[in-house]
């Protein structure tokens, strides 16, 4: 309250003193004087209530809901639409990427608890036993997320700068990703 007073105080002082600010042809004056420095709260009408039985009151809830506008189901859209394509694509990559991460971790603490070790040098032993298309496969379900991840927020940052909008480009950079993904995804797999 006082810091408002203050406030309202210094835009008086200010109303009869030139300004930056206040450099229209607004009358000064007047403006700083209808600012109201009166603190009274505004109580809202009593609200009335109705006694209802449990029939009358669903009879309402009906009728609002014939009231309301109906929103599109998922059945309208197209499936190549790049809100369903990479925008779910990167949500699902995401998801796997962090699930992945949060699954390593909680197993690296109760590990010691159990007696397991999965620790980085145990891992990796474990690791190096499997067969090359095995080991081909657990790297390309870790590495295309994470190419696909990456590679569509470097998209998202081109759109942000206002590029990329038409429907060809749009389209183009849909192929671009996939392709870029899994090529990369694959090169993470078998050529690293």
């Known amino acids: 309250m ?3 007073r203050v406030g309202v105080a210094a835009l008086r002082r ?6 930056i600010f206040f450099n229209q042809n607004i009358p000064k004056l007047a403006l700083a004087s209808s600012i109201s420095t009166n603190q009274a709260r ?10 209802l039985s449990n029939d009358e ?38 998801i796997t990427l962090s699930g992945t991460a949060y699954l390593y971790f909680a197993s ?8 397991l070790h999965v620790e980085s040098a145990s891992v990796a032993t474990a690791f190096a036993g499997l067969p090359w298309l095995v080991k081909g ?17 470097i998209k998202h940052l081109v759109y942000d700068l206002g590029k990329g ?17 899994v090529l990369s995804g694959l090169y993470l797999a078998f050529g690293v």
């Open 2 to 4: 006082i810091a408002q």
């Open 14 to 19: 200010g109303a009869t003193k030139p300004s």
């Open 42 to 51: 505004q109580v809202p009408p009593p609200i009335a209530t109705t006694k």
């Open 57 to 94: 009151g669903h009879q309402i809830l009906v009728n609002q809901r014939l009231k309301r506008p109906i929103s599109p189901h998922l059945g309208i859209y197209k499936m190549e639409q790049t809100w369903f394509g990479a925008s779910a694509w990167t949500r699902i990559t995401g």
């Open 108 to 115: 690296y603490l109760v590990a010691p608890l159990l007696g």
């Open 137 to 153: 496969g657990v790297k390309f379900a870790l590495g295309f997320p994470f190419a696909f991840h990456f590679i569509n927020g």
């Open 165 to 181: 909008f038409s429907k060809p480009a749009i389209r183009k950079g849909e192929i671009a990703l996939w392709v870029s993904s």
